[in-house]
């Protein structure tokens, strides 16, 4: 079955400590990205990649890092969570720039 | 970061009424698209436009590319309990690469 996964779901965690939520897809996708969704606020596109090996920034990238080593996967690591980083997060993928973006099911973030 | 108004932000309907959101930039975009999130789960892409003017349908949907390529509208004729849910407006603005920026959203509830 053609899907995007994240792992975890949920997560529960303290200011400081590092954390890792991978992404995955399983239809050979050119374009991933990460977006967390905030109350009133929409989504906002935290940062994309078009390519392994090739990420860019979006509109909200600060506190966030991403690796595209592989074509399949696309962690999203918060070296130093706080606060105001909890959130929901989504991980989305789409063959190309402009075609349909798949999105993950959502991690929902809690950071104390 | 690229802002975009989307309106209204809730709405509460009839079913078999029609419904109408926008969303307005004040940039020039180059890609419009309406996503709709139903509770616990990522955005689905409904519509995507590509062209000053162009007008899609998806069903009982329909959305409009603004010919000064700073509006879009969706519309959703004859409305069904099943419609209930947030729908999303995003787009690419000409001046920020492949950046994709979402509305606020329109929360949707239906009443039988």
């Known amino acids: 079955e053609a899907q995007v996964t994240q792992n975890p779901r949920y997560l529960i965690t303290v200011t400081g400590k590092k954390l890792t939520v991978t992404c995955s897809q399983n239809?050979?996708?050119?374009?991933m990205s990460w977006y967390r969704q905030d109350p009133g606020l929409g989504l906002r596109q935290i940062y994309y990649s078009m390519n392994v090996e090739v990420t860019d920034k979006g509109d909200v990238p600060e506190g966030y890092k991403v690796s595209r080593k592989e074509k399949r996967n696309f962690p999203l690591i918060l070296e130093s969570p706080s606060p105001n980083q909890t959130s929901l997060y989504f991980c989305?993928?789409?063959?190309?720039?402009?075609?349909?973006?798949?999105f993950g099911p959502g991690t929902r973030l809690l950071v104390l | 970061g690229q802002q975009l108004n989307q309106s209204p932000q809730s709405m509460f309907i009839q079913e078999g009424e029609d419904v109408s959101m926008n969303c307005t930039s004040s940039s020039i975009f180059n890609t419009w698209l309406w996503y709709k999130q139903d509770p616990g789960e990522g955005p689905v892409l409904l519509i995507a436009?590509?062209?000053?003017?162009e007008l899609t349908s998806n069903g009982r949907l329909t959305a409009q590319f603004g010919i000064t390529r700073k509006d879009s509208f969706l519309n959703i004729s004859a409305s069904i309990p099943s419609d209930v849910g947030i729908y999303f407006c995003?787009?690419?603005?000409?001046?920020?690469?492949?950046?994709?920026?979402f509305g606020g959203g329109t929360r949707l509830m239906v009443k039988p």
């Open positions: 995003a787009g690419r603005a000409e001046n920020a690469g492949n950046m994709l920026t």
């Open positions: 436009l590509y062209k000053a003017g």
């Open positions: 239809m050979n996708h050119e374009y």
């Open positions: 989305a993928s789409s063959l190309s720039l402009g075609e349909t973006q798949y």
